[in-house]
């Protein structure tokens, strides 16, 4: 007994004369008032947050954050590219272009073909009951009408790039070139859409920072196709084209009024595509694929022969880059965008602190 | 069989948890986390893939007055959130394998045999409810308790409501109910109490109904959802003008390099 008495080691605060003078304060306020005013001790982390009209329910996020993974916006890269080369390769074989620009197109249409169905099947959650999306064809939902023109594109750009091949290997016949001829023109009417719906399907949501740029993001999408169709036809050795270069010229031009269009406003809405990682990834996809290429271009133009060859070669991998770059900005500007609590409570930004993030 | 709603009241809720805890047994619920939220006596947060009733702890202080407050004491609402089964339901419209339906009783139901967790529900709520199960696979909701209701009972958390704060009927009756209850509270004192039913909005009203005090944007609740379906003119007409841009574009761009070629 007196042994674990003799173990007892004092513990706490170590007394001193101003702790002592606040003891006698409260006994005088006791004695003075009869009840003591005083808050005790703050617990640490108080005062607690409470719910107010300007904390919304204590800063949690109403809305939930996209849960795609990689694949989602990398099929955005893939299928946006895809459909444009698909559209570019059937114009240039009905304009009578050069045959390597033609069959470069369908290559890379085919390629996005194979690719953007598997990566939409990788990100389901149940991957395996990917068929489930054929059970109904539904106008009100763009993922189901997106699955659809994907469905139509890939069988279209595979089987012509296919019979394009077997033609020229094994000598041209009649089956094959109505499946070619059949193919292109089917690939062309569904690479139309399918180059840039994927702005519509992020577009239709709750997500403030999509549906904000609901008009715009088709558009903005469609352009990002396009540099990279261009880029990736250049880079294959097809780099004397001219209607490349005014298609790529066109591109980084609209990309570059779609950056002027969000850096020029300031609406909150806005900001996951200016402040935070995704305001850097979109701004990083912008200027490569605006006024990087734009600039490279317009110095080929300029330049002697062997430069003009190496600006197009560097405009070409900034707009492909650019591309694949602003997809996956789009989306992360979607996570922070449903970060952002105050946007569908309709809270104006004030001076309360960001709680709960 | 008739179409019918929630009523959760939060001036009767006791915040026991109940109905939490009656919705995960009776539907088999996984667990949510089991971490501290460090801000209030909830530490859930919100309703999720693995939430589907959820207690909102909401600690304000008061003007003075209101319904017998002590100016210097914090009032503590409760509220149990669920999914609001939108009359437009955004999910529902965006579900792309059809595995979203409307039920009989009016509610919105996921089919888990069909969901391929596609993941596109989960960015067209506009009250951030329905989610992915990442370890499953599948978005997952309240079903309304489907089951129960097909055999005539009432749904799991109504039932085991202590305090009749969740109360469950015919969406008509009950909205009368709504108005008669916000009638007496008010009588009450409680003039800042009202009902959140966003019929006004593009939601269209909801078979979730809920009378809070105060602003009911401290639950949460926003004042104007919005079902994405409307901005989907906006977004076909932007993608066909891009179409036309492109298919333009790419047309005068071959035919005049076609031309300077000389073919």
Known sequence: MSDAKARVVPVGRVPDSSAEQRLLEIRHEAERRGEVKAIGIRPSGAPFPQASPETGYYGIPLLKQPSWTWEVPLYFFTGGAAGAAAVMGAI????????????????????????????????????????????VFKPQSPMSVGVWTLLGFSGAAAATAFAGFLAERYGPSLPLRIVENAGQAASLAFGLPFSNYTGVL??????????????????????????AAVGLLELMGNDRSRALQALGMGAALFECLEGLRSESSDHSHLDPLKHGLSGLMVRTGGVLSGPVPFLLRAASLLGDKQRSHEFRRWAAMASVAGSLVTRFAWVQAGHASARQWREPLGIAQGEKPELGE | MSVTAFLTDSTLCIGCKACEVACKEWNGVGEDGLDWSGFSYDNTGSVGASTWRHVKFVEQTPEPGFGGNAPEMNSWAFSSDVCKHCENAGCLEACPTGSIVRTEFGGV?????????CGYCVVSCPFGVVERNEQDGRAFKCTFCYDRQKVGLVPACAKACPTESIQFGEIGALRRKAEERLAELRGRGMRDATVYDPVDTSVGGSHAMFIVRGDPRTYNLPPKPEVPTIYLKKAWASSAIAAALLLGGTLVAFLADGQRNGR
């Open chain 1, 202 to 227: 992020i577009g239709a949501t709750t997500i403030p920072v999509w549906n904000q740029n609901v008009g715009e993001l088709p558009i903005h999408f469609a352009a990002s196709g396009v540099g």
């Open chain 1, 92 to 135: 240039a074989d009905y304009t009578g272009a050069d045959r390597k620009l033609v069959r470069d197109a369908r290559w890379i249409a085919a390629a996005g073909a194979v690719i953007s169905p598997a990566l939409l099947v990788a990100d389901l959650g149940r991957p395996a009951r990917f068929l489930n999306m054929l059970r």
């Open chain 2, 109 to 117: 139901y996921v089919q888990p045999d069909i969901c391929n967790g």
